[in-house]
């Protein structure tokens, strides 16, 4: 079945620190991939998504590729701020299948 | 144009009552999604309606249920409440109409706390 794995926070980082939190999934076909955010006594936002292989995502300076090859969708930022701290979520969607979420990434950024 | 919207934002029950809990999709979506939201199982998918018909389903036991009207709103009821069932009940809406590629839009949720 469809799954994904994202790197177990939490992930704690000074401002202007380069980011990278891991994503990668197993599923049938070519699904769209997304990245949610979630702050804190927030609902989930969408941050950006993907619909093909080798599409990349971007929004707020947060960037991920769609890789088919190594089945990945990692997301990355150049310089943090202290207000991304937030809790950060990967999730796929299959044609005419539920969106399967990952367990989530806690990001905090010190000043 | 606004948001999804949930009430109540709060709750609190015993175990064995019944919950309603209630969300307003964005004006002009039809598709509406259930998520259940704990710390140790993260976000679980628990159903989605689109045009009062369920579409999918996750795999919670049938005290879960839920329905949609023809304005799009949605309910979700849990009968028998259990401790485990404290969690963040999240809804988000789409339009409905792309399916897999589109973006779900969410609410802030429904806490509930069964005690």
């Known amino acids: 079945g469809n799954s994904v794995t994202q790197m177990e926070g939490p992930v704690t980082l000074s401002e202007e620190a380069f980011l990278t939190i891991n994503c990668t999934y197993t599923?049938?076909?070519?699904?769209?991939l997304f990245w949610y955010v979630q702050y804190p006594g927030e609902g989930l936002q969408l941050l950006l998504k993907a619909t093909k292989a080798d599409d990349k995502g971007s929004n707020k300076g947060f960037e991920a590729t769609y890789r088919k090859e190594t089945t990945s969708f990692h997301l990355e930022k150049g310089s943090v701020q202290v207000s991304d701290s937030a809790v950060y979520f990967c999730?796929?969607?299959?044609?005419?299948?539920?969106?399967?979420f990952g367990k989530g990434t806690r990001l905090h950024i010190l000043p | 144009k606004a948001g999804v919207t949930q009430t109540p934002r709060y709750l609190i029950k015993t175990r064995g009552q019944q919950v309603t809990l209630s969300c307003s999709p964005i004006?002009?979506?039809?598709?509406v999604s259930w998520y259940q939201q704990t710390p140790g199982q993260g976000l679980q998918f628990l159903f989605e309606?689109?045009?009062?018909?369920?579409?999918n389903k996750g795999n919670f036991p049938g005290r879960f249920s839920g329905r949609q009207f023809s304005n799009s709103r949605s309910e979700m009821n849990v009968s028998t409440l259990e401790l485990g069932d404290s969690a963040l009940y999240l809804c988000?809406?789409?339009?409905?109409?792309?399916?897999?590629?589109?973006?779900?839009?969410f609410g802030p949720g429904t806490r509930l706390l069964v005690l």
């Open positions: 988000a809406s789409s339009l409905g109409v792309s399916g897999y590629q589109e973006t779900q839009y």
């Open positions: 004006s002009g979506h039809r598709s």
């Open positions: 309606y689109f045009s009062e018909t369920q579409r």
């Open positions: 999730a796929l969607r299959n044609r005419d299948d539920k969106i399967i």
């Open positions: 599923a049938t076909g070519y699904p769209s």
